[in-house]
């Protein structure tokens, strides 16, 4: 697992990743619409409304993460965190939106098959923007080993449909350019469109995981419960929940009842809870750690031992 940053470090980064991919997509939103016009390509167009999609994905994506790294206020005592679930949400429904819509459109064109000309001037612009997907793939893939963010997730997934888009475009103005194969146009967005409403189920999944308060991952899970049994004065621990706040995979919520000797005092106990909390937040110092110390003599119900 990935080393977790701090908040403010996480927010720097995120921003830099999405200036760089603001700037990246608005070139390849003019290089493609070059090639449309000068083709008229169905495969084409669908690279260009991806593209430009991209780009308001992502200026949201930029408006709701920044708004989720807000601090807590006195109405919002839990933070800002599900904006970048809602985020990822919001992007996944464009992606599902925008290639339904090329769908019907590669079916018209299916109906009515048309030649694609000034080929050339496509391939080109093809090339040129699968160079610049890679780069930015690469440069994506960097961001979400040092955040472990959504949002960069999923644009990472996005992109990286982008660059396999790219390649099935040349191939389809290959076959038309060169074979005459007018079919190859509508049923190479067709199969581009259907990839991509199969990719943004997942991003639906994962955002509404949050929203709806799922469990933080298992691995996070046994740390911490490594880290609780390490004292030696805790006897054993129930009723452990946890909820992902939606940024980093350090930013979460916890709360655990921690079992101790039944003698213990009142003030030794006390002392008992901050050290285990000071070692939780060492590890996880964006956490939000709520610790209840229960005698253990007495029975509860234990609804999530663990």
């Not at 990286?160 to 099935?168: M, S």
């Not at 074979?179 to 199969?198: G, Q, R």
Request: net charge negative; aromatic share 12%; glycine share 4%.
């Amino acid at each position: 697992m990935a080393a977790l940053i701090g908040q403010k470090e996480y927010g720097k980064v995120l921003k830099r990743s999405t200036y760089i991919t603001l700037i990246t997509v608005l070139f390849l939103i003019l290089i493609k619409a070059i090639a449309f016009w000068f083709t008229g390509s169905i495969v084409i167009l669908s690279t260009l409304a991806d593209s430009f999609f991209d780009f308001v994905i992502t200026a949201t994506n930029f408006f709701l993460v920044r708004m989720s790294l807000r601090e807590e206020t006195d109405q919002h005592r839990f933070g800002f965190g599900k904006y970048e679930a809602l985020s990822s949400f919001i992007e996944a429904m464009f992606i599902f939106s925008v290639s339904m819509f090329i769908l019907f459109l590669s079916a018209q064109r299916v109906i009515s098959p048309e030649t694609i000309p000034h080929t050339n001037i496509a391939l080109t612009v093809m090339i040129v923007s699968i160079i610049v997907n890679f780069f930015l793939v690469r440069y994506q893939s960097s961001i979400i080993k040092e955040t472990e963010s959504i949002s960069a997730r999923a644009e990472h997934t996005h992109y990286f449909q982008d660059l396999l888009t790219n390649l099935a475009v040349i191939v389809a103005i290959v076959l038309v350019g060169n074979f005459n194969l007018t079919l190859a146009d509508p049923l190479f967005a067709a199969a581009i469109s259907i990839y991509m409403i199969y990719s943004s189920i997942g991003i639906f999944r994962k955002s509404i995981d949050i929203l709806i308060d799922k469990e933080i991952d298992d691995k996070l899970k046994d740390e911490i419960k490594q880290i609780v049994m390490s004292h030696p004065k805790v006897d054993g621990f129930h009723d452990f929940k946890t909820r992902q706040s939606g940024s980093s995979q350090g930013k979460f919520f916890m709360q655990m009842h921690i079992e101790i000797n039944e003698h213990t005092s009142l003030n030794e106990s006390h002392n008992i809870v901050d050290q285990v909390e000071e070692q939780i937040l060492k590890e996880f110092p964006d956490a939000e750690v709520i610790l209840h110390v229960d005698p253990n003599n007495i029975v509860e119900k234990k609804v999530w031992n663990d």
